[in-house]
């Protein structure tokens, strides 16, 4: 019903920045939020950030705060998220999520297949 496409993943040393795509297909106009998550080797997926998609209100996960920023296109149906000044415990799987629902915690439905984040020391 809703297709995740992520891109923008590679290598990056320490202090530098990226920018993640995820471009969604399908029944587009049901979603109502849009995250990413990412998953370190040994760690448990942990969120990042989410975007409202009427109003783009945005929330962030404490590690992050301040250096990475959630926005999206409408238009283009794609949510990015901008990080800056990586760090090293910033590598991850970066996974792009989508819900219908509009709450505190909503459960995601739909998922990318993840890009690849690496920053190197």
């Known amino acids: 019903q809703v297709q995740l496409v992520e891109s923008g993943g590679g290598l990056v040393q320490a202090g530098g920045s990226l920018r993640l795509s995820c471009a969604a297909s399908?029944?587009?106009?049901?979603?109502?939020?849009m995250a990413w998550f990412r998953q370190a080797p040994g760690k448990d997926r942990e969120f990042v950030a989410a975007?409202?998609?009427?109003?783009?209100?945005?929330y962030y996960a404490a590690s992050v705060k301040g250096r990475f920023t959630i926005s999206r296109d409408n238009a283009k149906n794609t949510v990015y998220l901008q990080m800056n000044s990586l760090k090293p415990e910033d590598t991850a799987v970066y996974y792009c999520?989508?819900?219908?629902?509009?709450?505190?915690?909503?459960?995601?439905?739909?998922w990318g297949q993840g890009t690849q984040v690496t920053v190197s020391s």
């Open positions: 999520a989508a819900t219908l629902q509009i709450a505190a915690n909503p459960r995601y439905d739909y």
């Open positions: 399908g029944r587009t106009g049901s979603i109502r939020q």
């Open positions: 975007i409202v998609w009427s109003g783009a209100s945005t």
